[in-house]
Structures are given as C-alpha cells and as structure tokens.
C-alpha cells in the first residue's frame, strides 16, 4: 500500500486520536490541517516558506490542473512534486467538488460528468476513470474517488440517487486504479444529512476496503451543530485504522469539534483566502487588519504568535500595505493565518496526548470569543 497509518493513542474523553500517516514522500502527524495549493501552489507562497511554517502536507485540486496546465504537461514535468517543487506529501481531490458546483454549466450522468470550462466556456467530460486517470498524472500520494457533492438543503429522494451514484462511482475509481504501491486512494462519505443514507454510504465504501475515507459533503452551509451531529454518526462508522478526512474544514472551532469527533485530516482554502482580503487569525479572535483603529497600532498581529510576520511587522504597516495594495500584504497575513492553523494542530496532538483536549478547547474558545454551544 501506498500509505501506512499508525493509531498512537486515543483520546480518553473524545473520540480525537493521535497518529501517524506514512507517505512515499514524508510522515505526518494528525490530526493536521492540510493547506490548500489548487492550482499547484499555495497562493503568495513558496514551497520553501510553507515547508518553514511547519506544513507536512498540502492539497492541490485536479479540476483546475486538468484545465490549465493539463495533466499531461504535468506528467512530462515529472510529476506535480517536482513541478512545483515540494518535495513533502499531496493530496489531490478528485475534481468532483468543482464540477458540481458549476450548477448549470454541467450535465450529470450515470458515465460522468459533462461540464463547460468556468474559464473558456470549452466542453470537457469527466468520468471516475478519467479523474483517476489525472490524478495518476499528477501523481500525488493521496487521490480522492470522483463524487458528487450533494448541495445543502437537499431532498430525500435526489440524495439516495446521489449517493448510490457516487457508491458506483467509487467502485468504478477503485478498479481503475493501478498503482497502489505509490498512490494510495480514498473514499468519500457522502449525501447531505440524511442519518440512513450517510450510514449506508460509509457501510458500502468500507466493504471496497479504501486506504482512509474522507468525509464530505459538510460546511457546505448547514449550521455547526448539524455537521457535529453528522459526524458524530459517521465517523464511528470509518475503519480505527485507517485515516478519516473531513473536506472543507478550517476555521479553528470547526477544527476543534472535528478532531473531538474522530477525524484526522483537514483542509480548506479559508486561512489564505481571509488573508488575502485583510484578515488574520490570532489568539484573541479576527482582526481585520484594514479597519482604520489599527492605522497607529504598532503591535504584531498577534502578540502572542512567534511567526515571521509577528515577529518583524506591525499591524500599522501591514494595514499601510494593504491600503496602498501592495502584493506583501497578501503574504504577511497568509503566512499568519498558516502559521496559527498549524501551530494549532500542534497544540491540539498535544493536548491529545496529555488527555486535556477538552480544557485546551474551552481556553481557546473564551480567548477567541467564540460562544461554547457544544459539547
């Protein structure tokens, strides 16, 4: 197999664990948060800065590759690791999220999905064997089966469709793919939140015996307790040792009730997004470093970070950068926002390991200013 997963411990007062996934390109230690390269970079970095702030792996997304540059290219590079020169772990997810979220500008159907370009308009077909097939171009350590992701709200009846499409679609993946010495593959737990469709869902792709199921189809925008209870059902049902994936996930308090749900892996595009539009993470909530209070404010963003932007720039220049749209402003503050996500994750295992996950949890949540709704 492509990967091996380690269970190290588990959580006496959650169901959070702490281990180790083994790559043919790097060890990695969860629960992590995964930041988010698209279209094969991590937008204002280098693959040398991400490396620096303590990132063991990142994802990159095989819709936007297969259309520019193409797989192709990508493979005659030598792989996307030498492409773009990390030299860590990659996940790639199966372009399916994209396909689906082009609303009308793609047609489902039982052999694929055929879509217009967002970029050109130009037709393209994906199937489960050609996102395989991409994907194996690309060559990233972890590949992701091709799904559809169900919108929210959903009803009944579109999502059993839904699921027992994607069920089939799995299978499909799983038989078209070759290398497992090198490429390990995934499934996706999927359909809205219907309990017995959800159960059903995880109940048939564990049977294919994948090597780590992902969970997806959540922060899709349903409320936060129904994507806790959503996991909170579903994650016992995913193999104890095998990797478990929420898709999607990386504001810190959904982090937090994912880990203490079970799950291992995270990822989304939020720190770096929020970063480029002038907001950054710290230990006492968001700071959106454009309003005008900051304009004198010579204090680092967080002064209780130790990151390359805490410990050279003040919020009163960065907020300056900003206002005069200068490019470092984007990476002072995405260099931030990773920085804390990871160095959260840090100290989330840690917690794990000394069993006191749920005190560091409720520290955080009344330094952050969020609202402990759950339990």
Not at 73 to 102: C, Y
Request: hydrophobic content about 35%; proline content about 5%; some cysteine.
């Amino acid at each position: 197999m492509a990967i091996k997963y380690e269970l190290i411990k588990e959580s006496k007062e959650t169901k959070a664990r702490l281990g180790r996934i083994v790559t043919p390109h790097g060890e990695i230690e969860t629960p992590v948060f995964m930041p988010v390269g698209t279209r094969a970079t991590v937008k204002t970095m280098t693959p040398e800065e991400v490396k620096d702030l303590g990132a063991k792996i990142i994802l990159s997304n095989t819709y936007h590759l297969y259309l520019k540059p193409g797989h192709d290219l990508v493979k005659e590079a030598g792989g996307l690791h030498r492409f773009m020169n990390w030299n860590g772990p990659i996940l790639t997810d199966s372009g399916g999220f994209q396909v689906f979220s082009l609303g009308e500008l793609r047609k489902i159907k039982e052999e694929g999905v055929e879509f217009r370009s967002h970029i050109d308009g130009s037709k393209h077909f994906i199937s489960p064997e050609t996102s395989i097939d991409i994907q194996n171009a690309l060559g990233s350590d972890i590949m992701m089966c091709f799904d559809e992701c169900v919108p929210y709200p959903a009803d009944y009846e579109y999502a059993k469709q839904s699921m027992e499409r994607t069920t089939r679609w799995a299978k499909r993946c799983k038989e078209h793919h070759k290398d497992w010495n090198t490429q390990a593959l995934f499934g996706i737990v999927q359909v809205g939140m219907f309990r017995d469709l959800r159960e059903q869902s995880a109940k048939d792709l564990v049977e294919m015996d994948f090597c780590g199921y992902a969970v997806g189809g959540l922060s899709v925008g349903e409320p936060m307790d129904v994507m806790c209870e959503v996991l909170d059902y579903t994650t016992p049902l995913l193999p104890r040792d095998k990797p478990r994936y929420l898709m999607g996930v990386g504001s810190p308090d959904y982090l937090f009730e994912a880990v203490i749900r079970g799950i291992d892996m995270a990822d989304c595009v939020l720190p770096t997004r929020i970063a480029r539009n002038g907001t950054a993470m710290t230990s006492h909530g968001k700071v959106v470093i454009r309003n005008g209070k900051y304009s004198r404010d010579f204090t680092p963003l967080d002064p209780e970070c130790d990151c390359y932007t805490c410990r050279n720039y003040t919020r009163a220049y960065i907020r300056h950068l900003f206002n005069v749209d200068e490019i470092l402003a984007l990476r002072l503050t995405t260099i931030h926002n990773l920085y804390f996500l990871i160095k959260l994750m840090e100290r989330i295992r840690e917690a794990i390991k000394e069993d006191r996950l749920l005190e560091l949890k409720d520290e955080f949540y009344k330094k952050y200013g969020y609202t402990q709704l759950l339990e």
